[in-house]
Each structure stands twice: as C-alpha cells, then as structure tokens.
C-alpha cells in the first residue's frame, strides 16, 4: 500500500473485532509517529499505550466522570463558525446518522459512550505533549498522530482519534500514572475493523480541491 493509497483508504473506525493487536505491530506504529518533523527536532510527542485489564480500568473512570461531567462534542469555538465550515458537519451527520439509527442508540449518546470506551477497541493510545512546550508544538503532534495513522492503515489497522475524553484529562492520568507535568491532548482507538457494523460504514465527503486551495500566480 502507497501513502495516497492510504489516505484515500483511511477512514474513522467506531467498532472494533475481539482480536488482539501484537505488541510489536503497536510498536511499528508508534516508531512510525516518531518519524514526523518537528520544529527544530524536538519531537514533542509522547505516546501511553494501553490495553487489557489497564484499559477497562480507565474506561470504567472515564464513564464515571462522563456521567457526572457530561462532555460533548463540538468545534470549540467562542464565535459561530462561517456557514460552509458547519455545512460541511452537517454532511457528515447525514452520512452518519442513518447508520447510527441502526443501533438504536440516540446519536450522542453513541459518540460519547463510544469515545469513553475507544469504541471497543482493543488498545488505546493516549497522546500527550510536556506542558513546558508551547501550543504553537500542538502542529508537530498533529504531524506525528498523521502518520500514526497512517501506518496503521498500512499494516491492515484502523484508527479512531478521539477528542471528548482529553476534557478527562486529571482522570487520565490518575488511572495511568501520568506526571502531571504532561497534557493530554488526544485519544486513539487502535484495533482491527468490524467490517460487518453499520457505524463502520461511513465516510464523509472531503471538500473539492478549489475549496482549500488559493493560487497567487
């Protein structure tokens, strides 16, 4: 598989088999994270693997502290967002909802119990950076979580990043020992597809190349 292959290919994962994802596999991925450029090489990733009984004991924290906390999802904005941003949300949610509706679970309800529970994945990623550095380094993370990605898809793994449960951030890190020192930045669920679930089947439209491109010539 070519990187372009994989981009196209790559899509958010949100059921996961009941099979385990090797050790060394998980180490492949992470070491290909590690690869990514940063600002003057400080590689400011930093990544917390876990799986097992480690990881059921995070996600039952986690649906605990939801339950009382409640998080959502959204853009995080203090401002509206222009209208064609928020349209191209609204696409997704056409795309997304009908499969959803195939559960019978209400449509927030399923991305906020899924995210507390990396969506039944086997592993969890969790993604953090020293809070020494400055958010402006939140670019370099970006770049490695891609090529996280990346090659998972590669190696026949499928991904879900996850950004409701950082709002848990404290938690997290009690439940794994994370200095606190560290930000929790973002959660991937990491594992092998279900390809038979309806909320597997789903991947929204990218916007056409004049929408993101400006040529000055």
Same mark, same amino acid.
């Given at each position: 598989?070519?990187?372009?292959? /994989?981009? %196209?290919?790559? &899509?958010?994962?949100?059921?996961? #088999?009941?099979? !385990?994802?090797?050790?060394?596999?998980?180490?492949?991925?992470?070491?290909?994270?590690?690869?990514?450029?940063?600002?003057?090489?400080?590689?400011?990733?930093?990544?917390?693997?876990?799986?097992?009984?480690?990881?059921?004991?995070?996600?039952?924290?986690?649906?605990?502290?939801?339950?009382?906390?409640?998080?959502?999802?959204?853009?995080?904005?203090?401002?509206?967002?222009?209208?064609?941003?928020?349209?191209?949300?609204?696409? /997704?949610? %056409?795309?997304? &909802?009908?499969?959803?509706?195939? #559960?019978?679970? !209400?449509?927030?309800?399923?991305?906020?119990?899924?995210?507390?529970?990396?969506?039944?994945?086997?592993?969890?990623?969790?993604?953090?950076?020293?809070?020494?550095?400055?958010?402006?380094?939140?670019?370099?993370?970006?770049?490695?979580?891609?090529?996280?990605?990346?090659?998972?898809?590669?190696?026949?793994?499928?991904?879900?990043?996850?950004?409701?449960?950082?709002?848990?951030?404290?938690?997290?890190?009690?439940?794994?020992?994370?200095?606190?020192?560290?930000?929790?930045?973002?959660?991937?669920?990491?594992?092998?597809?279900?390809?038979?679930?309806?909320?597997?089947?789903?991947?929204?439209?990218?916007?056409?190349?004049?929408?993101?491109?400006?040529?000055?010539?």
């Amino acid at each position: 598989m070519d990187v372009t292959q /994989a981009m %196209k290919q790559r &899509k958010s994962i949100r059921n996961y #088999l009941d099979k !385990p994802v090797s050790r060394s596999d998980i180490e492949a991925v992470i070491r290909c994270a590690g690869l990514a450029p940063s600002a003057i090489n400080l590689q400011p990733w930093e990544y917390v693997v876990t799986y097992g009984e480690e990881k059921d004991r995070l996600i039952r924290r986690l649906k605990k502290v939801h339950a009382m906390k409640a998080a959502s999802c959204g853009p995080g904005t203090a401002e509206p967002l222009p209208e064609k941003v928020t349209n191209r949300s609204r696409n /997704a949610l %056409k795309i997304m &909802k009908p499969q959803i509706e195939k #559960l019978n679970l !209400p449509f927030n309800q399923f991305i906020e119990q899924g995210s507390c529970s990396f969506y039944g994945a086997p592993v969890g990623i969790i993604v953090l950076m020293d809070k020494l550095f400055p958010k402006l380094r939140y670019l370099d993370i970006g770049l490695s979580v891609s090529y996280l990605l990346l090659a998972a898809e590669e190696k026949g793994l499928s991904t879900c990043p996850i950004g409701l449960i950082t709002e848990y951030g404290d938690d997290i890190k009690d439940v794994l020992n994370i200095s606190e020192e560290k930000d929790v930045l973002l959660a991937i669920a990491l594992g092998y597809a279900d390809e038979t679930a309806p909320e597997n089947d789903v991947k929204p439209d990218r916007e056409p190349l004049k929408e993101i491109l400006t040529w000055y010539e």
